[in-house]
């Protein structure tokens, strides 16, 4: 499950995503649950480049006293039949998600499945890649309109690259890479039988992986002085 990524930088390179607009609004470098950024998508007869939040269930959006639950991926094999997603599949509410990396934990250093560290996947070119996902429109408590977005996976325990993400003995899973190639057919897609057969595994000789530990936490004491020196 890929639960975090590092966006395309909107003064970045944008050739690779040449049939939609650069986005107008700013985000941060990395896309956690919750946060904005763009994604492409089919508006009328053209695409768009939409801001949207990660997870296609927003927290602000799960009623009190319902468990919070994370909508950030969504499995290829159950998306029809899942409620938080089966009516943006079902409409074809298909979107692509750009960025530079995302991040997986591997487990290789521990085989006991207690420690992981963080790796960065992407192209072995360097291009930046996009995702396939899913979008919704939710009303805000304010009447104003936003969107939110989930990233469709597939099973990868048989890819070369993706099996070394996740604990030891759980289900190895991927996002799916579109290519350059079919990202006008992916949002164009007549039926949700077409937008299956796009949902396919990356070759991995055409990725490339590395460690990339999340920088270390500052000490909260310290955290605590700073914030008092400014009071």
């Known amino acids: ?25 700013d985000y941060k470098p990395e896309i956690y649950k919750d946060y904005f950024a763009p994604i492409f998508r089919r508006g009328g007869d053209a695409f768009e480049t939409v801001p949207a939040s990660f997870g296609i269930v927003p927290r602000r959006h799960i009623p009190p006293g319902v468990k919070v639950f994370d909508t950030m991926n969504a499995r290829s094999e159950s998306v029809a039949e899942k409620r938080s997603f089966s009516v943006a599949w079902k409409n074809l509410q298909l979107c692509l998600i750009p960025c530079l990396w995302f991040y997986e934990p591997n487990y290789e250093a521990d085989p006991a499945g207690k420690k992981s560290v963080r790796w960065r996947i992407g192209m072995a070119n360097s291009n930046p890649l996009a995702i396939a996902g899913l979008w919704r429109q939710w009303k805000e ?16 325990d048989e890819h070369q690259l993706m099996k070394r993400f996740h604990k030891p003995g759980d289900e190895k899973r991927s996002v799916v890479i579109v290519p350059p190639t079919q990202y006008g057919d992916w949002l164009s897609c007549g039926s949700p039988d077409e937008a299956r057969s796009f949902l396919q595994l990356y070759p991995a000789e055409a990725m490339r992986a590395e460690p990339y530990p999340l920088p270390p936490r500052k000490p909260k004491a310290a955290a605590d002085d700073r914030t008092q020196s400014l009071l």
């Open 1 to 25: 499950m890929c639960t975090s990524y590092e966006a395309n930088p909107n003064d970045a390179r944008w050739d690779v995503f040449s049939l939609f607009p650069r986005s107008e609004f």
């Open 141 to 156: 408590a304010d009447g104003s309109l936003s969107l939110a977005f989930t990233m469709l996976t597939v099973n990868s």
